[in-house]
C-alpha cells in the first residue's frame, strides 16, 4: 500500500476506499479457483501456512534489522499482510463442510456480523478477518458455478436475471459508469461512517460503537466489496494481457510488496526529498501512480512466484516425508 498522504483528503480517501474493495477482490478470486478434493487440505497448508510462517520469519527479521521492532506475540497476532494466508486457509480447510449446509451463504454472513461482539482481539489468527471474508469467498466459488443456481430458479427470474446481466456486460460504458458512481458513493458513504483502513480487525467495543450501528457498518462494507466484486466479473475477457501475469503471480507480489513499501515510507518519512513530496498534492499523486507501477513492475516477473513455490517445497520436504502434487 502507497503512502496515506493524510495532509491530502483525496489521497487518504482513495487509500480507505481500497481497504474495502481490495480485499474482497482476492478473496472472490480465491473461491473462484478452489476446488474441493481428497487433498485439497494438504495443499492448502503447503501453499498458504508454509509461506505464512517462513515470510513470517523473514520479516521479524527485517522488521528488527530495519526497525528495531520486536513481536510481541509472533504468529499468533500475524503481521504485515500476512494474516491474509492465515483467513484464507482457515476458509479452505472448512469448505467442505461449509458448501454442504443450507444457506450457507446467509449464515456466513450473519456469522461476519456477530464475530465483533465479543470483546476480544478480532486478530487473533486473523479470526476477525476469517469471518468477515468468509461470505465473498463463498461467492466467488459459486460465481463458477452460476449457472446450475440460476437453473433452479422460476424460469420467469432466470430469464429477467440473465437479461438484465447481458445489457449490462454487453454495454461497456453503461457498466463503466456505474462502477465509478458505486465507487463514489461507496467512498462518499464509507469516510462517513467507517473508521480508517476498515478491515474487520477490531470488535465493536474496541471501535467504541453499539452492536446495531456497528453491524450496520460492517454489513456495508461486506455488500460494498461484494458490490464493486461482481461488478469487475462483468469486465473479464479470456483474453491474455499483462495483467494475465499478474493474476497469475499475485501472491509473490502480495507478500514480497511490504518489503518495498517498508522502504518507500521510509524514503518519504526519513528523506527531504520524501517531505518534498508529502507536502505537495501533485508530486504526492505521481508518487503513488509510479510507485505502485514500479512495484507491479519489479515483482510481476515469474521468478519471484517460481522461488516462493521453490521455497515453499524445500520447507516442506524438511518437516514432512511426502509432497503433495
Same mark, same amino acid.
Given at each position: 500500500m502507497f503512502p496515506r498522504f493524510n495532509d491530502f483528503a483525496f489521497y487518504d480517501n482513495i487509500y480507505n476506499l481500497i481497504y474495502i474493495i481490495v480485499m474482497p477482490i482476492f478473496f472472490f478470486v480465491a473461491g473462484y479457483f478452489s476446488k474441493t478434493d481428497d487433498n485439497s487440505d494438504i495443499k492448502a497448508f503447503k501453499s498458504l501456512i508454509i509461506p505464512f510462517f517462513v515470510f513470517s520469519v523473514l520479516w521479524y527479521i $527485517? +522488521?528488527?534489522?530495519? %526497525?528495531?521492532?520486536?513481536? /510481541?506475540?509472533?504468529?499468533?497476532?500475524?503481521?504485515?499482510?500476512?494474516?491474509? !494466508?492465515?483467513?484464507?486457509?482457515? *476458509?479452505?480447510? $472448512?469448505? /467442505? #463442510?461449509?458448501?454442504? #449446509?443450507?444457506?450457507?451463504?446467509?449464515?456466513?454472513?450473519?456469522? @461476519?456480523?456477530? *464475530? @465483533? *461482539?465479543? +470483546?476480544?482481539?478480532?486478530? !487473533?489468527?486473523? !479470526?476477525? %478477518?476469517? $469471518?468477515?471474508?468468509? /461470505?465473498?469467498? !463463498?461467492?466467488?466459488?459459486?460465481?463458477?458455478?452460476?449457472?446450475?443456481?440460476? +437453473?433452479?430458479? %422460476?424460469?420467469?427470474?432466470?430469464?429477467?436475471?440473465?437479461?438484465?446481466? +447481458?445489457?449490462?456486460?454487453?454495454?461497456?460504458?453503461?457498466? $463503466?459508469? &456505474?462502477?465509478? @458512481?458505486?465507487? #463514489?458513493? &461507496?467512498? *462518499?458513504i464509507g469516510n462517513y461512517i467507517l473508521p480508517g483502513r476498515f478491515t474487520f480487525r477490531l470488535s465493536y467495543i474496541e471501535l467504541h460503537q453499539g452492536f446495531k450501528y456497528g453491524m450496520l457498518k460492517r454489513l456495508f462494507a461486506i455488500s460494498s466489496g461484494i458490490i464493486i466484486t461482481l461488478l469487475l466479473t462483468l469486465f473479464m475477457t479470456d483474453k491474455k494481457s499483462f495483467l494475465t501475469k499478474i493474476g497469475r503471480n499475485s501472491l509473490a507480489i502480495y507478500i514480497l510488496h511490504f518489503y518495498l513499501i517498508a522502504f518507500s515510507n521510509f524514503f518519504i518519512n526519513k528523506t527531504s526529498v520524501g517531505h518534498l513530496i508529502s507536502n505537495n498534492f501533485f508530486l504526492a499523486g505521481t508518487y503513488i501512480i509510479l510507485s505502485t507501477t514500479i512495484i507491479l513492475i519489479i515483482l510481476s516477473p515469474d521468478i519471484f512466484n517460481d522461488s516462493i513455490r521453490k521455497l515453499t517445497s524445500y520447507v516442506w520436504n524438511i518437516f514432512f516425508k511426502t509432497t503433495s502434487k
Open positions: $527485517f +522488521d528488527y534489522f530495519f %526497525r528495531g521492532n520486536v513481536p /510481541p506475540m509472533p504468529f499468533i497476532f500475524p503481521v504485515s499482510g500476512l494474516w491474509f !494466508l492465515v483467513s484464507l486457509f482457515s *476458509i479452505k480447510l $472448512f469448505l /467442505p #463442510i461449509l458448501i454442504k #449446509i443450507k444457506h450457507i451463504f446467509w449464515i456466513s454472513l450473519i456469522m @461476519a456480523l456477530l *464475530i @465483533a *461482539i465479543p +470483546d476480544v482481539p478480532n486478530n !487473533l489468527l486473523s !479470526l476477525g %478477518r476469517t $469471518f468477515g471474508f468468509t /461470505p465473498v469467498f !463463498l461467492l466467488g466459488h459459486y460465481y463458477k458455478n452460476s449457472e446450475e443456481y440460476l +437453473d433452479s430458479l %422460476r424460469v420467469t427470474i432466470k430469464k429477467i436475471i440473465i437479461s438484465f446481466r +447481458d445489457f449490462i456486460k454487453n454495454n461497456k460504458v453503461l457498466l $463503466f459508469f &456505474i462502477l465509478i @458512481a458505486s465507487l #463514489i458513493i &461507496i467512498d *462518499i
